[in-house]
Structures are given as structure tokens and as C-alpha cells.
């Protein structure tokens, strides 16, 4: 077995993010163990399993299977994990609100884990939209295992998001006996489409402003703000997006801040004012507050 050891900043909790990954969700992309995660990647078009450590100062990365692509593999955890953000200014935002000061100690090191395939999070996005969240972990995994890379190791299945070529030639009728709605079937196959035929791709917004990606997203059918800000803050880690019309988002601030339940654009723009450039960590923060630890929480 080949091991990677991969540096980790000053600012960075194992334990915060593993709880993250869990949440007590069954999520079929990842498992999660008392102190580690494994993961399945695409490593040159090949699977590879990976199992991450948490050790001393470091991550250990044991490849499991597959090729021992050490930049590669460093990339994609990397990026998972934002590794290379520094949270001090972060953490000097919310110390200097009464209300929120608190998150710098109790989830000190946790970091806006994200999902590097720009596809997987528009199709998750959609997936959780306007469903409990149990059930969308349910609606996932059957996508999943019916048309993704499936790899056994030790007895254990583990998968790999289907691909948009794949997902472009369903018919509504296939995903509807999934139990996706009409609606959410003919999104996921658009998006799928513009993906395979090379309309859009995580390189090319990665050349766009925010404005101009969101402005992309927005025009293919079945993105609204909320998904182009989701997939954007997840995906290209734009920590400008805000996830406008999130219900955990605002159940947060009615908690935390007294605003109410529906607030205002205009109020929660003069909130974000407060941590500008840090838009996306104070709103993955905030679904952090609703719950504790070993608890669920409502936000994908």
C-alpha cells in the first residue's frame, strides 16, 4: 500500500470536517469511519481508493487501489478539504460579532468542504431541492448505483458519481422510476447535456467573474440563483455566494440574529456586508449552528 503525507494548516480540525462528511446521512460518494474517510476518485480516467488520516500535523493518504498519483491525489484533497485557505481573517470577522464570535472556538478548524466535480454539485443542488434531506441521500445513491463506477474493496461497494454522458441519454421514464419528479429528471438531463456536448465545464467558469458564471448557470434550464451560488461556493470555492432562498440559512440568522424567518434581501445583504469576501465560510458556518454534534443538519 502506498501512503501520501500531506501537509495541513494551523487552522484545521480532522474531527469538524469528518462530522460534516456524516452528518448521519448515508451518502454513497463516501464513508466516513471514527477517524477516517474513503473516497473513490477518478485518477486518470482510472478508479483509485483512497482512505485519509488525520496525523499530527499532516494528513495521511493511504491509496488503497488504483494508481499512486501523488499530485494528483494532493490536488483533489486539497480542494476538498480547502487546505490552502487561511481562516484568521475569517475568524477576525466573526469575533467581532457578538453573536457569532462563539463559532471561533466551537468549530475552530472546520473548513467549507466542498465538491470538485462542478457537474456532481449542480446535479446534487437539484436533487435537494424542495425534499427532505434523507430522502435526497436516497434519490442520490439509486442515481448512483444504477449508472455510476462501481468498485468492491474488503467487501465494501464504492462509487463514483455517474458521468453526463451517461446521464444526457436517460429518458424521463428511467429516473421517474427512481422516484425523481418529471421536472427534476429533465433538469438533470439538461444539465447532463451541457456537459457532454461541452457547453459548459468547471474550466470555463473558472475564467468567468462570479457575476458572469452565475449569469452562465442561471441561463440553462433548471439552475436558479440559489443552485449557481451553491455549485459555485462548493465547487470553484467563490467565497463571495451567498445561497439566496436557503431555509437553513435564514432559520440560522432567525437564531442567531433575530431576523425574521422570510427576511429581506436588503437585510441579509447588509448582514454579508459584515464579512465580505467571506460570504461562503459565514453561510457554511451558519448551517453549522443548526445542530450539534452527532445531530443531523438540514442544509446539503
Given at each position: 500500500m502506498n501512503q501520501i503525507f500531506l501537509p495541513v494548516p494551523p487552522q484545521f480540525s480532522f474531527q469538524e470536517c469528518l462530522w460534516f462528511l456524516d452528518r448521519n446521512y448515508d451518502d454513497c460518494l463516501h464513508e466516513v469511519r471514527e477517524n477516517s474517510v474513503l473516497k473513490l476518485l477518478s485518477i486518470h480516467e482510472k478508479p483509485t481508493l483512497i482512505e485519509i488520516k488525520a496525523l499530527d500535523n499532516h494528513l495521511q493518504i493511504d491509496v488503497l487501489?488504483?494508481?499512486?498519483?501523488?499530485?494528483?491525489?494532493?490536488?483533489?484533497?486539497?480542494?476538498?478539504?480547502?487546505?490552502?485557505?487561511?481562516?484568521?481573517?475569517?475568524?477576525?470577522?466573526?469575533?467581532?460579532?457578538?453573536?457569532?464570535?462563539?463559532?471561533?472556538?466551537?468549530?475552530?478548524?472546520?473548513?467549507?468542504?466542498?465538491?470538485?466535480?462542478?457537474?456532481?454539485?449542480?446535479?446534487?443542488?437539484?436533487?435537494g431541492q424542495q425534499i427532505n434531506l434523507s430522502f435526497a441521500y436516497k434519490l442520490k445513491r439509486r442515481l448512483t448505483e444504477t449508472y455510476g463506477y462501481k468498485q468492491t474493496y474488503e467487501g465494501k461497494d464504492f462509487y463514483l458519481f455517474p458521468k453526463p454522458e451517461i446521464i444526457a441519454k436517460l429518458t424521463v421514464e428511467e429516473l421517474r422510476n427512481m422516484q425523481f419528479s418529471t421536472r427534476k429528471a429533465e433538469y438533470l438531463m439538461e444539465i447532463a447535456?451541457?456537459?457532454?456536448?461541452?457547453?459548459?465545464?468547471?474550466?470555463?467558469?473558472?475564467?468567468?467573474?462570479?457575476?458572469?458564471?452565475?449569469?452562465?448557470?442561471?441561463?440553462?434550464?433548471?439552475?436558479?440563483?440559489?443552485?449557481?451560488?451553491?455549485?459555485?461556493?462548493?465547487?470553484?470555492?467563490?467565497?463571495?455566494?451567498?445561497?439566496?432562498?436557503?431555509?437553513?440559512?435564514?432559520?440560522?440568522?432567525?437564531?442567531l440574529k433575530g431576523l425574521p424567518k422570510k427576511p429581506l434581501r436588503a437585510d441579509l445583504e447588509t448582514f454579508f456586508k459584515g464579512f465580505e469576501r467571506w460570504e461562503a465560510y459565514t453561510v457554511f458556518y451558519l448551517w453549522r449552528s443548526l445542530a450539534v454534534k452527532n445531530k443531523a443538519i438540514q442544509s446539503i
Open positions: 487501489t488504483g494508481e499512486c498519483a501523488k499530485d494528483e491525489i494532493c490536488h483533489f484533497v486539497t480542494e476538498w478539504f480547502d487546505l490552502e485557505r487561511d481562516l484568521m481573517p475569517f475568524y477576525q470577522l466573526l469575533a467581532k460579532d457578538d453573536d457569532l464570535a462563539y463559532m471561533v472556538t466551537d468549530y475552530h478548524g472546520l473548513r467549507l468542504l466542498g465538491i470538485p466535480d462542478l457537474f456532481e454539485a449542480l446535479c446534487w443542488s437539484i436533487i447535456r451541457t456537459f457532454s456536448e461541452k457547453i459548459l465545464s468547471k474550466t470555463m467558469l473558472e475564467g468567468f467573474s462570479t457575476a458572469e458564471a452565475i449569469k452562465a448557470l442561471v441561463a440553462i434550464r433548471g439552475i436558479g440563483e440559489w443552485t449557481a451560488n451553491y455549485a459555485l461556493m462548493k465547487s470553484l470555492k467563490r467565497l463571495e455566494c451567498v445561497t439566496y432562498g436557503d431555509v437553513g440559512l435564514y432559520n440560522a440568522l432567525n437564531a
